[in-house]
């Protein structure tokens, strides 16, 4: 993920998830040691959209969906995919099998509202490299192919495991992102979950 979606994730977080609306751009730089001058740009960027609105000392979210597609529109999710391979099982044969990584997608919506709106056969996670190896470790016995992926892996970023659970903003980013039919039937239930 590049810096700036970091900076997107924690405003939208904050958002949407602690109702909390302004924001000062030094405070965000010092949370994740990012340049003032990219938090200002993520910022202007979303000015320049009208979903937040630059203040003297401060800057507040005045439209949330508007902030939230622009970073999905900005993510390149199959850019952080950094392990994927095939496992002829369930796909909750397949969750069960991972290590205590970080769903996202399918399996972090199930988890969250104890729903799934569609049948899906994907599996995405964030691991870190360590987490990576335990998966490769927990497979190896398993018969897998490249051919047509049904788990994907993505780099988790730094600053990810600090929140308690999958920030929403992170899963509408992600579920916005894939190309399987269904993403579309999670996306409209998350939206309507959201109230956006």
Not at 22 to 40: E, G, P, R
Not at 91 to 97: C, G, K, P
């Amino acid at each position: 993920m590049k810096k700036t979606e970091i900076i997107y994730r924690e405003i939208l977080y904050k958002v949407i998830e602690n109702k909390e609306t302004a924001f000062t751009q030094s405070d965000l730089s010092k949370k994740f040691n990012i340049s003032l001058s990219v938090v200002n740009l993520a910022v202007k960027k979303l000015e320049s959209l009208g979903s937040v609105k630059v203040m003297l000392r401060s800057f507040k979210i005045i439209n949330t969906k508007k902030a939230l597609i622009f970073w999905a529109s900005a993510r390149n999710l199959e850019k952080d995919i950094v392990f994927k391979t095939r496992i002829e099982f369930p796909v909750r044969e397949i969750e069960r099998l991972m290590p205590n990584i970080i769903f996202t997608a399918y399996t972090a919506y199930k988890l969250r509202f104890n729903d799934v709106p569609s049948d899906y056969s994907e599996v995405y996670a964030y691991a870190d490299e360590e987490e990576i190896r335990e998966i490769k470790k927990r497979i190896s016995k398993i018969k897998t192919s490249e051919k047509n992926p049904n788990l994907f892996i993505l780099k988790k970023d730094d600053f990810l495991p600090d929140y308690k659970s999958l920030p929403i903003s992170q899963l509408y980013v992600d579920l916005w992102n894939l190309k399987e039919w269904y993403s579309k039937e999670f996306l409209d239930a998350l939206e309507k979950r959201m109230g956006i």
